[in-house]
């Protein structure tokens, strides 16, 4: 008897215990997300907008648990929580009022799954019909000019017809608030945003009430200048940047354009350019004064440096001189030298680099889009006793800014190339068709064009965003068609130049995985080839080798050393004509929150793929390479520093044991591993 009133009461018990719904200090994990029923918005995207997030993989929870959330890999716990979960409910069901779905219901429920350690949760979605745009009225807008009512008029965002979404109902009010703030009126604000829904329809009429006062005009401009002036710039040259005058009507791109302008001078190393509104009551004055705040650089620089890499196919070490004269012709125009020697240790003497380069710079060139330079390099060239050479080139080129992103470049090199001793050797035996072991001598005229759009976030350290390069070189065309500038091939005295044409594209892609900027991934793919024609493809001549692809090193596939990788080995340190790497990188801040110099380190972990081929159509994925490592960053006001170790995880140019699970992990892996080194993240 006593028995049977135990288990009476204990059953009570135990049903209100397991309707407790679980908090985070329950420790259960999220084992599934599902949604049902989300026709118009994909899964990924509605997850995005939850604080509900399924479990990561154990083994990363487990380095999380035990290793701390800093070290490679590791990721946290996600867990459980009734009162989020409910939140979440409310979150899409508020994402889809603002879609336009005003009908739609959100429903969440869960169920334990396993041992009772973990939750499924299922979202239930009845989307109903969307309501469209019936109308769109903008309020107080009757007194603007005409020209910039039908500005505003002409590139609307919200039209009739179209599903109803809160996020374009703020996109249209901040376009007409930059339309108005470019056309004078730079205080203009929003009264009030409307939305009406008509039930005998379920579309909605909007409407937006604006305040834009009176019209303002730019005022007089004065200058801040700050520091010691050492430039003595003129003043018209100051001016010339602003493109803006008394009287003119107000405008704040024009405004943001001075300051780009002003600042692609290389003159200041701080502008700002600061209005003065006036008073909203004073009814009478609508005249904006204009600041410029200047602090010009310093008219010389000179800087040494100190170099190691493994450039020249080892490890490599030299120092750099550097000097800098601003403002040459009192019009921001720069002037710059630079020297640098190179040599591969031990052999210093033997193996060398020395390069020497005057650059001379014009910031603005017609108008304040472009920019031009002239520049002179000569550089001395061997590789141990078996041939020595020089390059001379002379380099006119010029850039147009496309917008502040975006920009196209280009250029015209005359390169001469000469080299002494056996260039088969230099140059690589069997890629080059010379009757000679003594000399080779180029002459080459070589055109290039390239477009460039930078969408990340941070010059030197990027956590979002992408870049994009596409380069077009051609050498030989013009000489062909008998209008070349300067003289090219000369067979009685052993002048050969080269034609072919040369296409590459770059990409990088950067995503911050933490939000916050302490875990970055980064992606890279390049591909780039070489077409030769005319004489080049009848006698098989290359093109010059510092034109040529190679594959390896520090910003290369990282398992190989600058110039050992080719699907040909024979190539690998002469260069060849095809090139394709894909890259990626997770890169860790290891100490975020560290108030000291603790804080400039990163540790990355990184693959890369890739290899040198000799002609762009004998690309074959099976011969792709990889590589894996990872490195330290050291950041420094000019970007990071950096050391990579890379171990080769798949060699194509061996016959077996291509993958690295197929050797001995320690003698064949690890010990042959390389070091890189460089300035800047490789990629």
């Given amino acids: 008897m006593y028995v049977l009133i135990l288990a009476f009461l204990l059953i009570p018990s135990e049903a209100l215990r397991a309707q407790i719904d679980p908090s985070l200090y329950d420790s259960v994990l999220v084992d599934e997300i599902r949604f049902e029923g989300n026709a118009t918005f994909s899964s990924s995207a509605l997850l995005l907008k939850l604080h509900t997030q399924e479990a990561p993989p154990g083994i990363t929870m487990s380095i999380y648990k035990s290793l701390g959330p800093r070290f490679p890999f590791a990721q946290e716990p996600r867990y459980f929580d009734y009162q989020t979960f409910q939140d979440d409910i409310a979150l899409l069901r508020q994402f889809y009022i603002n879609n336009g779905f005003f009908a739609s219901t959100v429903n969440g429920s869960y169920e334990r799954v396993g041992d009772g350690d973990r939750v499924a949760v299922r979202f239930t979605v009845e989307e109903g019909s969307p309501s469209l745009i019936d109308s769109v009225a903008y309020r107080n807008l009757g007194a603007l000019p005409p020209r910039v009512l039908g500005e505003i008029n002409r590139e609307a965002l919200l039209r009739p017809g179209r599903r109803y979404s809160a996020d374009e109902v703020h996109s249209e009010r901040t376009r ?5 703030a470019n056309n004078g009126f730079p205080r203009a604000v929003v009264d009030t945003i409307v939305v009406e829904r008509k039930l005998s329809n379920n579309n909605v009429i909007i409407k937006m009430t604006f305040r834009h006062g009176r019209r303002l005009y730019f005022g007089a ?21 602003v493109e ?12 943001n354009d001075a300051e780009t302008n002003l600042n692609r001078l290389g003159v200041f190393s701080y502008v700002a350019i600061t209005p003065t509104f006036p008073e909203i009551d004073n009814q009478q004055d609508s005249l904006v004064p204009i600041i410029l705040e200047l602090q010009p650089r310093q008219r010389f620089e000179i800087a040494p440096g100190l170099i190691v890499n493994n450039q020249l196919n080892g490890l490599t070490t030299g120092g750099e001189v550097s000097f800098l004269m601003r403002n040459v012709f009192a019009g921001a125009q720069t002037l710059s030298s630079r020297f640098n020697l190179l040599g591969r240790i031990p052999n210093v003497s033997r193996t060398y680099i020395a390069t020497s380069q005057l650059r001379f710079d014009q910031p603005y060139l017609f108008s304040n889009r472009n920019s031009g330079y002239l520049a002179g390099t000569y550089s001395l060239v061997a590789e141990e006793d078996l041939a020595e050479g020089s390059i ?37 035996r069997g890629y080059i068709n010379i009757d000679t072991t003594e000399t080779i001598n180029y002459r080459n005229s070589i055109r290039s064009f390239s477009l460039e759009e930078d969408g990340t976030d941070d010059l030197f350290n990027p956590s979002t965003g992408y870049s994009l390069k596409v380069n077009l070189e051609e050498a030989g065309l013009l000489e062909q068609l008998g209008i070349s500038p300067l003289p090219q091939e000369d067979a009685a005295r052993g002048i050969r130049s ?24 980064g992606l ?10 005319g004489n080049s493809k009848q006698e098989d001549l290359p093109v010059p080798p510092n034109r040529r692809y190679y594959a390896g090193g520090a910003s290369s596939i990282r398992g190989w050393t600058a110039r050992e990788l080719a699907a040909n080995t ?13 890259s990626a990188e997770i890169r860790w801040h290891l100490f975020p929150t560290a108030h000291n110099w603790l804080d400039g380190f990163w540790f990355v972990g990184f693959a890369d793929a890739g290899n040198l081929w000799t002609e762009f159509e004998y690309i074959e994925l099976a011969q792709t390479a990889v590589a894996i490592g990872f490195g330290l960053r050291y950041n420094l006001f000019f970007g990071p520093i950096r050391i990579d170790f890379g171990m080769k995880a798949y060699n194509p140019s061996v016959d077996s044991d291509r993958w690295f699970w197929e050797k001995n992990l320690w003698s064949d892996v690890v010990r042959k591993g390389v070091f890189q080194f460089g300035i800047g993240h490789a990629f």
């Fill in 524 to 533: 890279k793919l390049r591909a780039g080839g070489i077409v030769r024609f």
């Fill in 570 to 582: 024979n190539a690998a340190y002469f260069g060849s004509n095809a090139l394709l790497e894909v």
């Fill in 176 to 180: 007409i608030l930059d339309i108005l």
């Fill in 498 to 521: 080269t034609q072919y044409v040369k296409i590459e594209g770059l990409t990088k892609l950067f995503s911050d995985l933490s939000r916050n900027r302490t875990t970055i991934f």
């Fill in 244 to 255: 803006f005058t008394n009287g003119e009507v107000y405008s704040r791109q024009r405004q």
């Fill in 392 to 428: 001379l080139q002379l380099v006119i080129g010029g850039e147009r800014y496309l917008s502040t992103r975006s920009s196209a470049k280009l250029s015209w090199t005359y390169e001469i190339s000469e080299f002494s001793g056996d260039a088969n050797k230099l140059l690589g």
């Fill in 221 to 241: 401009i004065s200058e801040d200048i700050k520091g010691v002036d050492e430039l003595n710039l003129a003043r018209k040259i100051v001016y010339d940047r």
